[in-house]
């Protein structure tokens, strides 16, 4: 697996790559560039990289500006403070008017677990998702980060781009094609289809291993983009697993990827649905290890449920 | 002097349309309308490069920031071509381009979507920002209500206006004092408005929005390395007796007689 990398450095090493090409390329941050990965960006590209200061509502403001007289913005915070205090602008500004910018926001779920529960993201997919026009995207990994911006450059309108600011292992390949829309199969199996997003696809890989060893097969999707949801992919992969389904997110249950992927079953016929995400509470510091443990965000816990809906 | 009777009648004109429009639909805000409208009159029929294609993208840009004042606006796109006459009685209404509060994507013109006070001082900073690393000559006006300043936004927008030296970008205060509530100064008081600006950056003029004698200079002012700012003393409601200086024509819509006054000091009538 190599080396563990951060998504939050893949997506901004991928970004420069893009800008080499396509100059109206831009990057926003609001002082955070060195946590949000952006100061990558800002080395690269110093005239392109612009700083508002510690200023999360001109920060979406400033980039519909830019976007409204043809530069492309990559606009970066934590997640926290870009969706929780950018939301209204977002809303306004960026995803009412299909203004075509792009939102990055770092340090989501509670892997940031030193900083705490102030600065731990757990609703931003709840909030993306519920708005119209928007496109929400969650990598599982640095390689996987790095082809983003390609895609979200592509994509003519507002989209939201997840990055984790732990490093993990690579589970996809820089080789791996990905769509815009489409869920990405790692793994066949027969037993139980494992739906997972972000970093919990790496976990997921890895719970995979240790219900191979029980004789359990699971299948492994993995969901880079949440809005537009491919249900299509999901329904089948489902139905091949006997209607067995565990959702994995680094978010609070309510609103995430869980309930989209509830809600794309619901016509289906004998599903049995398991959930691994946060239990609706807010995080907290501690060591990464430590705060994953006790919310429950790991792959054991994914056995488990993987396990519980099998044996149903 | 031709050019200040110009502007004059068709200021006139441009607030006979606006009751029209107002009193088809039956809603809108006429009070900030009537503050703004010598303001954009100005910029449309003088100052401002316009184009005849809203889309050409080498025109000047102008957001009205204090979008509830967009039935005035509404009526200078139709006259200069940029919307079709025939959209005059849909002012908020089903499929009308004139949305509410201004839709860029519903209303061609409308360069900036606004009705959330302070984003459009935000868009707009963000609008000049990006016509300076495009190298481009636009320049983009911007017209915030005094009232919208309560909004913390604006002041994080006007910091970064000058920190990013923003010669391109005229910022006007319609600073008629009254805000949906009560006047400016009682409910939250914005003090020394020209002090605050020009400690923020910006090069300050401080003029009667409604003599065209002043406004003009104003607005074709060019700083250098600084933001304008204007703050444009105004009457809400000008025009109209009874409607100015008073809160209740932030919303209100005239019935009656008062329609009947409201044409009669306009020096006009309903016109459909």
């Given at each position: ?33 060195s ?37 492309v ?13 950018g ?18 926001g ?45 895609l ?54 890895a ?19 949440i ?86 | ?27 809108g805000?006429i ?6 409208n ?27 920031s ?13 006259d ?25 994507a ?29 190298k ?13 300043l ?38 939250m ?81 309903y016109n459909?």
């Open positions: 697996m190599g080396e563990k990398q951060a998504t939050r450095h893949g997506f901004y090493e991928g970004l420069v790559a893009l800008a080499k090409d396509w100059e109206d390329v831009y990057a926003v941050d609001a002082d955070l560039g946590a949000t990965g952006s100061s990558i960006f800002q080395k690269a590209f110093p005239d392109r990289y612009i700083d508002v200061g510690i200023a999360e509502q001109n920060l979406v403001g400033i980039s519909a500006g830019l976007a409204r007289v043809g530069l913005p990559f606009c970066s915070s934590m997640a926290v403070f870009v969706v929780g205090r939301f209204e602008i977002i809303r306004n500004a960026v995803a009412y008017s299909k203004i075509n910018v792009k939102i990055i770092s340090h989501t779920g509670i892997t940031a677990a030193s900083d705490g529960g102030s600065h731990q993201a757990i609703a931003d997919l709840a909030a993306m998702r519920a708005l119209p026009n928007m496109v929400v995207l969650s990598p599982c990994d640095y390689n996987q980060a790095k082809k983003m911006a390609a979200m450059y592509a994509h003519e309108g507002p989209v939201y781009l997840r990055t984790s600011r732990e490093p993990m292992e690579n589970v996809t390949s820089p080789q791996d094609d990905i769509t815009l829309g489409k869920a990405q199969k790692l793994r066949s199996g027969k037993n139980v289809c494992i739906i997972a997003t972000g970093m919990m696809t790496v976990l997921a890989m719970a995979v291993q240790l219900l191979e060893k029980e004789g359990i097969d699971a299948t492994v999707l993995n969901i880079h983009t809005k537009p949801l491919d249900t299509q992919t999901i329904r089948e992969e489902v139905r091949s697993c006997n209607g067995r389904v565990v959702v994995c997110e680094e978010a609070n249950k309510f609103g995430g990827l869980g309930e989209a992927v509830a809600y794309s079953l619901i016509e289906e016929n004998n599903i049995v649905f398991a959930h691994v995400a946060i239990e609706d509470r807010f995080g907290q510091s501690g060591a990464t290890a430590t705060i994953l443990q006790e919310y429950g965000i790991t792959s054991e816990a994914i056995a488990k449920k993987a396990r519980e809906v099998v044996q149903k | 002097m031709k050019r200040v009777e110009t502007l004059k009648e068709k200021a006139r004109q441009i607030r006979i349309e606006t009751l029209d429009m107002i009193l088809n639909s039956g809603s805000h009070g900030g309308s009537f503050s703004v010598d303001i954009l009159v100005a910029l449309y029929y003088d100052v401002m490069h316009i184009s005849k294609d809203p889309m050409d993208p080498g025109r000047d840009r102008f957001v009205l204090k979008g509830h004042a967009n039935p005035a606006l509404y009526a200078i796109l139709m200069v071509g940029y919307v079709s006459k025939d959209a005059k009685s849909s002012l908020r209404q089903f499929g009308s381009p004139f949305q509410g509060h201004p839709d860029s519903m209303c061609s013109g409308i360069d900036c979507t606004t009705g959330s006070l302070g984003q459009g001082v935000s868009v707009g900073v963000g609008m000049a920002l990006g016509l300076k690393k495009l481009g000559t636009q320049r983009v006006f911007i017209v915030t209500g005094d009232g919208e309560n909004e913390g936004l604006c002041w994080e927008a006007f910091m970064a206006a000058a920190n990013f030296e923003l010669d391109n970008l005229t910022v006007i205060i319609d600073r008629n004092m009254i805000q949906l509530g009560d006047n400016t100064e009682k409910l008081r914005l003090g020394d408005l020209k002090g605050k600006m020009e400690s923020f950056g910006f090069v300050v003029d401080e003029i009667d929005g409604h003599d065209f004698k002043v406004l003009l200079p104003a607005l074709e002012k060019k700083t250098v390395g600084k933001p304008h700012c204007i703050i444009a003393r105004t009457i809400k409601g000008k025009g109209v007796s009874y409607m100015e200086n008073s809160a209740a024509w932030h919303g209100g819509i005239p019935k009656g007689d008062q329609i009947t006054q409201a044409y009669a000091e306009l020096g006009g009538t459909g």
